[in-house]
């Protein structure tokens, strides 16, 4: 005989499958949910959907509740890793410069012609002490005497970190600015040692 007995009811390729466990209707499929943004990993366990079944789950209907999904993002989304970023750190012995740049670069240029450090120069002026500097030397110094508002700002620089770090041209005048009327007597000694000058040439002629 051609053929063979039916499947028994149940088996593959019968007309159907078994009921599912103790009878429930198997739950279709919810939609899934995609964010926009990486999400954190929020470890719990999925309840499968042939457990919902006496659950509060198991009536919700997500076609129907609204949800603040951008919001969600927000709270709930992982936060992007930044690159790390080096931090450069000045030097513990950088310069400290208090007086403007333009005059602070002419003030160095102008120090560097004299190889005593500014205590030495300042006592030099203070004595008026004619073999430190010749006219030129005298003329130049002239040039460059503490404004107000730069004795000032040394003084507090002074008082909050002390004097190590100051530039040269910063030492100087903590230097010089204990000196009674430097200006005056700067002028003064240009002007003398431009008469005896002067008084040289006139002899020659």
Request: hydrophobic share 35%; charged share 30%; with cysteine.
């Amino acid at each position: 005989m051609r053929g063979g007995p039916p499947p028994p009811p149940g088996m593959r390729g019968g007309p159907g499958g078994p009921p599912p466990p103790g009878g429930a209707p198997m739950m279709p499929e919810k939609k899934q949910i995609i964010p926009g943004k990486k999400m954190r990993q929020l470890n719990w366990t999925k309840i499968p959907p042939r457990k919902l079944e006496g659950t509060v789950w198991k009536k919700v209907d997500d076609e129907k509740i609204k949800l603040p999904i951008e919001k969600l993002e927000e709270l709930f989304c992982a936060q992007e890793a930044k690159p790390m970023v080096a931090q450069v750190k000045e030097p513990a012995n950088k310069e400290v410069i208090l007086l403007d740049r333009k005059k602070w670069q002419n003030m160095s240029i102008m120090l560097s012609r004299f190889p005593s450090p500014p205590e030495e120069l300042s006592q030099a002026i203070l004595k008026l002490d004619e073999t430190s500097f010749d006219l030129d030397s005298l003329q130049a110094l002239r040039q460059f005497t503490p404004e107000p508002e730069e004795v000032s700002a040394i003084k507090e620089h002074v008082q909050a970190e002390g004097s190590d770090r100051l530039g040269k041209p910063e030492k100087y005048f903590l230097s010089v600015m204990k000196i009674p009327q430097l200006e005056k007597r700067l002028n003064s000694w240009v002007f003398q040692r431009s008469f005896d000058v002067l008084e040289q040439d006139v002899k020659l002629v």
